[in-house]
T-cell receptor, first 111, second 114 residues
């Protein structure tokens, strides 16, 4: 199994600012994934992050808005840039093991 | 395009009653299918998954799901619901045949009455 932690657990931010979310896993993993869960909606995959290469973004998500770092095999960050109220969501990281494990999420509110 | 549909947004059942949560998927090949549960304030937990083989899959917490190719369905069932089962349930399909990139349904919120 994999234990995933995320920081911060929640934050309230002003529009126009940026927030960096950290994801730490207790074992080395090749791929890490970032999802967004907008209020009342399902989870949507933002991007896949491999160590040593640029993240791969899904349709509708761009690097300028959601830059991702993957400096080593146990850590990744997702930055939500130039935030607007529409970015208010729960952001979850996920890793692959014997199953897909999810972190507890970061609840972001943009005012 | 791939998609997952959970027709029931909200379901209420009595404790001890049986439960069936519906899930339909759209994918051209044999899909990888998953059910996750999200309890309030907690992360997603995998209940069960189907990759191949026996179409009736047993999971944790007494849940099972049946893959029906002819109906493009993967419904989740439990014979007797407990109050602790109150949560949101998500069906998901592997993206483009992957097992680690998932497309989720919109979720079904389960309430359990005493």
């Amino acid at each position: 199994s994999a234990v995933i932690s995320q920081k911060p657990s929640r934050d309230i931010c002003q529009r126009g600012t940026s927030l960096t979310i950290q994801c730490q896993v207790d074992s080395q993993v090749t791929m890490m994934f970032w999802y967004r869960q907008q209020p009342g909606q399902s989870l949507t995959l933002i991007a896949t992050a491999n160590q040593g290469s640029e993240a791969t973004y899904e349709s509708g998500f761009v690097i300028d808005k959601f830059p991702i770092s993957r400096p080593n095999l146990t850590f990744s960050t997702l930055t939500v840039s130039n935030m607007s109220p529409e970015d208010s969501s729960i952001y979850l990281c996920s890793v692959e093991g014997d199953e897909q494990y999810f972190g507890p999420g970061t609840r972001l509110t943009v005012t | 395009a791939q998609s997952v549909t959970q027709p029931d947004i909200h379901i209420t059942v009595s404790e001890g009653a049986s439960l069936e949560l519906r899930c339909n998927y759209s994918y051209g090949a044999t899909p990888y299918l998953f059910w996750y549960v999200q309890s309030p304030g907690q992360g997603l937990q995998l209940l069960l998954k189907y990759f191949s083989g026996d179409t009736l899959v047993q999971g944790i917490k007494g849940f099972e799901a049946e893959f029906k190719r002819s109906q493009s369905s993967f419904n989740l069932r439990k014979p007797s619901v407990h109050w602790s089962d109150a949560a949101e349930y998500f069906c998901a399909v592997g993206y483009g045949g992957a097992t680690n990139k998932l497309i989720f349904g919109t979720g079904t919120l389960l309430a359990v009455q005493p």
